[in-house]
């Protein structure tokens, strides 16, 4: 899509959360995650998916081309070095997508051109252009991207995306890959672009930003200022380093200030923030409680006279509505006695869609858990619905576990375990507390040793049979598997999601789904 055909007030939403997000540590996620995410995106009401980086590795191009056939409505993009295998992959990961992109980036300044590429300014203008050339060949869809362009000399900037724009490229993304650029700079950036590049009406800008000081958003916003069209970001704002600009900020952003950026956007707002939830839960990256649209202190007034403001006005000290970002949080408490359609508006109301079978499956644990615990809050329902596709997928089953600890002493634990393949496992180990006795068996049961690097937990609602979701980060052959949980024993739950995570090493082992290391991507990309 050209600016020319398009309305000039509409700013796309790129979202790379399942490539420059899946990218920063600790938050990679395997095939199925990765189309979970992407089919929230679309309905989020995202303009671009970048699905991966097809030439990263069987995995990844696996994962582009799954989206590609599955996910319908955003146009779907895939990465690729200005090399003719890269862009050779990402074409065919993406091509069976209805609106396919192929994303070429190469980088562009002095300091990459010497220390990394060890290339001269016109070999680089000719690798460009041919890896351009080569794209347009195979997709309509071209994006180009000169990496660390905002360390890049103005004049050789403009030089790159004419001759790239010259040889087919159809969106030129100005990327701050270090995140170094301020808002200013970056609007006199793109002003240059759109006034010296002949045929930039023709072309859609785009800008990409990183928050190393901060300043991602600010920068996208500044950029957007000046006539880019395109924003590059990711829910939550993961991302390499201290992350990308933030989707949900972004957007609130231009929609909240209307009357200064002048331009709208097709996200429907009131989706972030289960879609923001979904990823997080997924990544196991925790949203900040202070994190700026989303967070839970986001619109929690604590001063007696903001208190007092809120009761007279809810204007007087909120910019926007939580229902406008999608929490609809209230103290409805649903309980065992609570009907099917009481819990589906419940869901509804939470930002969910789910089909008859997903709700019935979820409906089926509510009532389950309704017997343990007895109120259940909007936490507890968000928390089976995020849990929904994960969690007891096998191979390894929980039977059983028991677990002894007394202060001064080391704990036990027995845990009993089966195989989806008949096999039926029992082991006791000792430990420094019940959590870590139980892993130890697990890990003895199943024959499978890990480091542990993280063990979070967090209570997910309200009350003293609250529910404890549990995060476990691990270590396994030089890759990082993280595996979540939500019950309301908090031990049990450490011990399902440390489950999770063996099962996920074993179907990694078999080839079933297999997890793409991040150190993949990051040796393919610095091999450029
Ligand atoms: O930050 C960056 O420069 C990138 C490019 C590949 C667009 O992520
Ligand atoms: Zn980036």
């Not at 989206?67 to 090399?83: D, K």
């Not at 992350?243 to 952003?253: D, F, I, P, Q, R």
């Not at 008949?422 to 019940?434: H, K, L, N």
């Amino acid at each position: 899509m050209t600016t020319t055909d398009r309305d000039p007030d509409r700013v796309l939403i790129f979202d790379t959360t399942l490539r420059d997000g899946e990218q920063s540590p600790g938050c990679s996620m395997t095939p199925e995650e990765k189309l979970r995410v992407a089919r929230a995106l679309a309905e989020l009401g995202v303009d671009v998916i970048e699905a991966g980086f097809p030439a990263a590795s069987r995995g990844d191009w696996e994962s582009v081309n799954a989206i590609a056939r599955e996910v319908h409505g955003p146009i779907i993009c895939g990465l690729a070095r200005c090399n003719a295998d890269d862009i050779q992959k990402a074409w065919t990961a993406v091509k069976d997508a209805a609106r396919p992109r192929i994303h070429v980036f190469l980088a562009t300044s002095a300091i990459h051109r010497e220390h990394k590429l060890n290339m001269a300014k016109d070999e680089i203008i000719r690798v460009a252009v041919e890896g351009v050339r080569l794209a347009r060949s195979l997709c309509e869809d071209i994006e180009f991207s000169p990496e660390d362009a905002s360390r890049t000399e103005l004049d050789f900037l403009t030089e790159v995306v004419q001759a790239v724009v010259d040889a087919g490229a159809t969106t030129i993304n100005v990327p701050d890959t270090v995140g170094y650029t301020t808002p200013q700079e970056f609007h006199e950036t793109f002003s240059h672009l759109k006034r010296h590049v002949r045929g930039a009406d023709r072309i859609t800008f785009s800008v990409h930003c990183h928050d190393d000081l901060g300043m991602a958003v600010a920068n996208s916003l500044s950029a957007v200022q000046a006539g880019a069209r395109q924003v590059e970001c990711t829910i939550n704002g993961i991302g390499e380093r201290a992350g990308n600009c933030s989707l949900e900020e972004v957007v609130m952003a231009i929609h909240t200030r209307q009357q200064v950026f002048g331009v709208r956007t097709g996200v429907h707002s009131q989706k972030l923030y289960p879609t923001c939830r979904l990823v997080s839960s997924i990544t196991g990256m925790p949203i900040p409680r202070n994190k700026a649209v989303i967070g839970e202190n986001a619109f929690a007034h604590e001063s007696g006279i903001h208190q007092h403001g809120m009761l007279k006005h809810a204007s007087t000290y909120e910019i926007m509505r939580p229902k406008d970002v999608g929490l609809s949080r209230t103290n409805l408490v649903l309980g065992k006695h609570s009907g099917r359609h009481a819990f589906r508006e419940r869901v509804r109301d939470l930002g969910f869609e789910l089909d008859d079978a997903e709700l019935n499956k979820v409906f089926e644990r509510f009532k389950a858990l309704a017997d343990r615990k007895k109120e259940l809050f909007d936490g507890d329902i968000e928390a089976l619905v995020l849990k929904l596709d994960t969690e007891s997928g096998g191979p390894w089953f929980l039977d059983s576990l028991y677990t002894e600890s007394q202060s001064g002493t080391d704990a036990s634990a027995r845990v009993q375990l089966h195989h989806a393949d008949g096999r039926q496992v029992e082991r006791t180990a000792s430990g420094d507390g019940p959590v870590d006795a139980a892993l130890k068996a697990i890990e003895e049961a199943t024959d499978t040793q890990v480091t542990l690097r993280k063990f979070e937990v967090r209570s997910v609602s309200s009350g003293e049979d609250a529910q404890g979701e549990a995060l476990v980060t691990v270590e396994h052959n030089g890759r990082t598997h993280r595996g979540s949980s939500v019950t309301t024993n908090i031990v049990e739950s450490g011990v399902r999601a440390f489950l999770e995570v063996v099962n996920r090493i074993e179907l990694g082992r078999q080839g079933g789904r297999a997890q793409l290391a991040r150190t993949d991507v990051r040796e393919a990309q610095e091999a450029v």
